[in-house]
């Protein structure tokens, strides 16, 4: 009788550099005439890395009149990097889907974003706010944002934020006022502060922006970037900017009659910080509720 041995091969695990896509929340639903966002996630595998080429093409195919982001962004090794991804509606309500691509080096890949386009159906309200906010160590930030009533809404909305990784030091955020009275017709203007001291930890934080009156009530994403602190004496001056594009649009979710200053600002301040992100681009944008 012959014995022998039986051996058995572990799996190997893939190690080839590569990067992955997603979005939160993976459905979007935007009411006409308004907007809407997701939070895009880009996540290193296998010390990957480079700069991400983002694509967004719209248009009646999709339902949307333009889609805003940052572009520039850099993914370092085995690191992850968020954009909010804004989206304003074409005019045409239904379901439609938005195929996003990124692009690192040679690494492509696509997700598939399903929208639906609807009427509003009754009373309700909505945010116009930044997808990101911009600071350094030891600062205080002040963005004038709004709220905007929708079929007939009108009654107290209440602001509040919870900053995530929930760490000693972290950034806060707050409103002023934190409860607004909301009427039809005229957006009602507050003010989001963020807030750091010296030893807040450098790098990006999420926050999750609430909004609720009675049975009604919304969540928002934003990002929040911290860079080193700098003696006022070390900030430089403003610097240009240039507006390119063709397919895609960086919709401010402040006043659109101010988005330009507010850009500017936003600018500036990333280059103080010497963040990744290195263009806003601005393709078009949506008439504001005045200008309808």
Same mark, same amino acid.
């Given at each position: ?12 695990? %893939? ?11 993976? #459905? ?15 996540? $290193? ?56 691509? %990124? ?24 945010? #116009?706010?930044?997808?990101?906010? $911009?600071?350094?160590?030891? #600062? ?28 000693? &030091? ?12 909301? $009427? ?27 909004? $609720? ?32 594009? &063709? ?46």
């Amino acid at each position: 009788m012959i014995f022998g041995t039986v051996g058995l091969a572990r799996p190997v695990l %893939a190690t080839t550099p590569d990067f992955t896509l997603s979005a939160n929340p993976s #459905r979007v639903s935007i009411s006409s005439g308004y907007w809407a966002e997701t939070m895009l996630t880009f996540t $290193s595998l296998n010390g990957f890395s480079g700069t991400i080429q983002l694509e967004a093409p719209v248009g009646p195919s999709t339902g949307l009149a333009s889609a805003g982001f940052s572009t520039g962004m850099m993914l370092s090794p085995n690191g992850n990097v968020n954009t909010d991804l804004q989206l304003t509606p074409g005019d045409t309500p239904g379901n439609y889907n938005l195929t996003i691509t %990124a692009t690192i080096g040679s690494f492509s890949h696509s997700l598939v974003i399903p929208i639906t386009v609807s009427p509003i159906s009754g009373p309700d309200f909505t945010t #116009r706010l930044w997808g990101s906010y $911009s600071t350094l160590q030891e #600062r205080n930030i002040m963005t004038q944002e709004e709220l905007i009533s929708l079929g007939g809404f009108k009654g107290q909305v209440s602001l509040s934020a919870v900053v995530t990784p929930d760490i000693t &030091n972290a950034p806060t955020m707050s409103f002023l006022p934190s409860t607004i009275d909301l $009427s039809p017709g005229t957006p009602a203007v507050y003010t989001t502060m963020v807030s750091t001291v010296r030893t807040t930890p450098v790098g990006d934080y999420f926050v999750a922006i609430s909004t $609720s009156s009675g049975t009604i009530s919304h969540v928002y994403q934003a990002i929040v970037m911290v860079g080193d602190y700098r003696p006022q004496s070390e900030q430089p001056s403003p610097g240009n900017s240039t507006t390119v594009g &063709n397919s895609q649009s960086f919709i401010s979710a402040a006043n659109v009659s101010s988005a330009l200053s507010t850009l500017r600002s936003f600018w500036w301040l990333q280059t103080i910080i010497g963040l990744s992100i290195a263009t806003l681009v601005v393709y078009q944008r949506r008439p504001s509720l005045n200008e309808r």
